[in-house]
């Protein structure tokens, strides 16, 4: 398009916007406007998308990291022909698809964003994928505010993005100079901005924001720009055009006090239709299938980590599934990740010490349609918590693997220790949480969650663990296994990873003592095997859960999730992880916190005397 | 020191590294003998620390960022006379102080490390401490290694520290190339590091890290840059001195194989008796209380939103408290903390949008014996969650508050609502999680949680809320209220902010349909109010908890925890948010999530009606 036809593409996005929050009466029309004139040439020049089609292998990504732009980006869409003006105008209404902050309801939206920092890790998983997995020349670009610059994930995504160099990958800065509650650190200094990234091996532009053709200019140089990323540092006026707010404080997030004169003062309304460049013709090629899923099988009686059983499923699984990858967080010699990368280099992934870019790397590139495994330490996935909750809005599908789970890691001290990884897990919507006991059961967890939708997590114990099944056994996700049971029960141990043969323990010396006790493996956290605890509870009425966690939010918690709709509970007494651990051997670690065979039988002893 | 000595002394930590790992049978030696000669040239010539008087306030502070070489910090206390070689040989034993990461059982430990990529944010809170509250002329020394360099989190706080201009603080970057499982993303290249570094404003110094003679220089060079914080970066060897590890990939994280020969080729055990620098005769100031705590009152009947109260009181905390220092994250208008800025300037403290380094900068001064309060939406709470967890190790005592929680907030969608922050600062050890529904009760609480030791949180809300109690009612941690009750309650109704004002209208709505319905208030989460819960459960048998937070890890569940040591457990319907929320108004939400009075009248309804 020509620039002037730009120019009044830039004033209609910004009428838009301004329209959008005024018919919502919420939203931040300032800092859309601010952008208006950088996504204005980029979707009539550059952007190669066909709207008709959201899936097209060729197709451009456009992140919106300002989530909080949705204004401009609803705008957008309505000037590509994507959204009629009714539907534009349920923004922030109840069923609306256009959101506050954009989500994946929309066909066009990729990841869920809103929480800021998040888009470019996002996209460099985006371009990766392009890069290493998908070899399609589509380019994603990520629309940066200047106030998220403080984000470490970021700095993350910068230090990637250019080691990889991913010249695929542009990223374009919207300097308006204030924040949500005034200044940001570095106001208009674009060049500590440009300094900064070109530090991280980028090439960098600086341009002034609603200069049509030093914009077009800068775009150009991007597509150009070999062996780089590019980021572009873009002067811009929050609130631009309209004076009343035009780089303004206290202008954010807000309607515009008076739509109407503002409109008018951006030259009313328009209704530009913008001839997007359509994607270029390409065929997706996918690794096919290298042959049957063989999962390793180990021998009961054996003791095997449930860490290596992972490790060798997951192996087994990318060479079953072409569309497998895996991610690792510079730890997969000891999370066993590394298993895959010997089997399968070109689909494995090392992002270092960076959990944020790790585990939204893994959300580009399920968006891109790859099944991604993520692996770090169980603790250290708290790092990446935020990305974990935000991955659920985007309904993102990935795999986690937390290793080196609770108090049983032993002398490394808790620093080292997943004792709030359960809870966190748990708490996301829609996720799954998986927590084997046993290396034949590891294993077909491992291929089995890829199946799943939403965020899987599996729960993997470092030391070695009794191989109690035979491989053939099978482990649907939401089930259990009750390893003891008679009709004359008194107590049910229920427990899961190392604890579980901790109960298994108790369970024989109650024998011996003249106190049956069932025993259930709790496999499966989310969903829970509802039907089997019930049973449990009506024969025998008292449940002991035992847990290598803190006792809030984990398998205690879980199992009272089975009791929850208003049925008897039955009494109950959860051993967790109680105190501070510090350093000692994996077994006086289990008996310090209360969580080991000499625990559990206390506790059922006391139990199990008491009046029901 | 002499530079001989130094080098002697270099060697002395190696060995002693190597014996510690040796008698634990774990540890990090390597990761340590890469930077014995940095650490020896610090104490023997620059730091200023009395280990006879650990709280000293002109002591300099030593954080080891990279925490697993434990051997060497431990190595330095031993030549400073601190630690016996008795206790130095309990390195990772049971009931050791000397845990496989440091933490603050050792007294010359200022926090706890392990996780790494968070040492630098700390050690940028302690060195704001002593610029801008304790106005002490202690230096803060950090080793950091390089591996950790790809974190976001030690970005932010280069970022940080540049903006502030902390020349009080150096990094010590230990560049020995070879991270857990193979080389780092920049090895050796000494210069990627100091440009990137140099590019956040701070002066870099490049070295050889095993000449003792630039050591010495550089250290020199960072106490005399003034209004600029200084990076040294040193080149070094992992296993440094040792031929069997030297430089080898493959040997992180585990004793050497033979130490005796390891000891002899570094030319044996030593007594080297380092006489560290005292620190400086400074006399310590406090800001004076500048009079009683005069908390905000409501009048009931009024609607104000928690957060408002909690801005009001936090700010009467600060005029009553001259401990206490308030944390933003650049939403200091929305969470209200900026009611603090207007009174106190000079210990309100901009962080903008990082909240891992607004966290750990609340740790770093709480270390100093500073009380923070620390603000950002409940939902971005999640970013910092590893370094929340983290402080719990440290037994850090800070005041966490998130606002904007739970789909109450309405229309900004779900990437701003804190839907699982009760789950995990729950799941914290020892932490405190509170909840108020009224002005009156978030003002006092405000005020009583900076009494607690650990973590506290306080969970606060968007909306207008309605006034239920007058200003003279009191609300002690672990208590709840009682809001209505008979004799003939057939069912207890418990909620907490947002949804006990449902739950209330409900009650009376149920009370008209002759069923009478206990309702109680559970502003306290953790510690959970036990007798009352119990109370209940003993006269209504039924209980139904309703909370704007996801099912997992929230109030349904700290309700639960009051009957986790075996008793009778009442019948139980758990109302919380099942489902991905969109945009909708506040009332919408809640009816949609089914947490409104109507769902919980229907639920009560069935409770009620079921056999007991």
Known sequence: MRHQQLSELG?????????????????????????????????????????EQPEHPGNDHLIFSKGHASPLLYSIYKAAGALRDEEFLTFRKRGSRLEGHPTPRLPWVDVATGSLGQGLPYGVGTALSGKRLDHLPYRVWVLCGDSEMAEGSVWEAFEHAGYERLDNLIAIVDVNRLGQRGPTRHEWDLDAYARRIRAFDWHTVEIDGHDIEAIDRAYAEALSTVGRPTAIIARTMKGRGVASVENREGMHGKPLKNAEEAIAELGGVRNLAVPVLGPPSVTPTRPPSEGPLVLPRYNPGDSVPTRDAFGEAVAAVGTARGDVVALDGEVGDSTRLEYFHKEHPERYFEFFIAEQQLVAAAVGMQNRGWNPYVSTFAAFFTRAYDFIRMASISDAGLNLIGSHAGVAIGEDGPSQMGLEDLAALRAVHGSTVLYPSDANQAAQLTAAMAERSGIRYLRTTRGATPVIYPPSETFPIGGSKVIRATEDDRVTLIGAGVTLHEAIEAADRLAQEGIPARVIDLYSLKPVDVETLRTAAEVTGRLITVEDHHPEGGLGDAVLAAFGDGRPVPRMVRLAVRTMPASATPAEQLHDAGIDADAIVAAARDLAGRDS
């Open 11 to 51: 004033q209609q996005l910004r009428v838009d916007s301004v329209r959008a929050a005024a018919a919502a009466g919420s939203g931040h029309p300032t800092s859309s406007m601010s952008a208006a004139d950088l996504m204005a040439v980029l979707m009539g020049n550059h952007l190669r998308y066909d709207f």
